[in-house]
C-alpha cells in the first residue's frame, strides 16, 4: 500500500495484491530505457479499496488501474506507451 519507483532491475510483472488506502503510484523506470522493453502491472481482486493505482511513465499518466484490471506498457528506446489493458 506505498507508491513504487521500478528500475529496469526489477521484475517485468509486477503484481499488486494488497488493499489500497489512497491513489498509489508505480512509477515505471525513466532512465537507462532501451527499445523493445515492456512489463507489466496487474491490480488483482485482492487490491481493494475506491483508489487508483496510477502507472505513470513520461512524466504522466499511462493508466489507471482499477480492481482487477492490468495493463502493459512498452518502450521504443526514449518513450514509454501503454500496448495492452483489460480486466481479469
Excluded: H
Excluded at 40 to 69: C, D, E, P
Amino acid at each position: 500500500d506505498v507508491a513504487v519507483s521500478l528500475a529496469i532491475t526489477d521484475a517485468r510483472d509486477q503484481i499488486w495484491n494488497s488493499p489500497l488506502t489512497a491513489d498509489r503510484n508505480c512509477n515505471l523506470p525513466s532512465t537507462a530505457l532501451y527499445a523493445g522493453m515492456w512489463g507489466r502491472i496487474t491490480r488483482t481482486a485482492a487490491s481493494t479499496g475506491a483508489f487508483n493505482l496510477k502507472v505513470n511513465g513520461n512524466g504522466g499518466t499511462l493508466k489507471n488501474l482499477a480492481v482487477g484490471t492490468w495493463c502493459e506498457w512498452g518502450c521504443d528506446g526514449s518513450t514509454l506507451y501503454l500496448t495492452a489493458y483489460g480486466s481479469l
